[in-house]
């Protein structure tokens, strides 16, 4: 079974051959497992109600490991 969430969506306006740079912080819905982002690309308006990586323009994806945040333990204290 797949399970799906969206994290984020973001508007951008584009023309021919313009770019975009951004920096995005995410944070899983889980611990202790390999996670698959995707992110997908549609043109203008055609944003379906349940975007997947079949139904867009262009995707990628990218795998993370998600662990255990741990708080730094100083030494002497």
Do not use: C, K
């Amino acid at each position: 079974m797949v399970e799906r969430t969206e994290l984020q969506r973001l508007d951008y306006s584009l023309g021919d051959g313009d770019d975009v740079t951004d920096v995005r912080n995410v944070t899983p819905v889980t611990e202790g497992e390999t996670v698959r982002f995707s992110v997908l690309l549609y043109e203008s308006d055609d944003v379906p109600e349940t975007p997947t990586n079949e139904n867009a323009y262009r995707h990628t994806y990218f795998w993370v490991d998600v662990i255990e945040e741990t708080t730094p333990t100083l030494f002497g204290s």
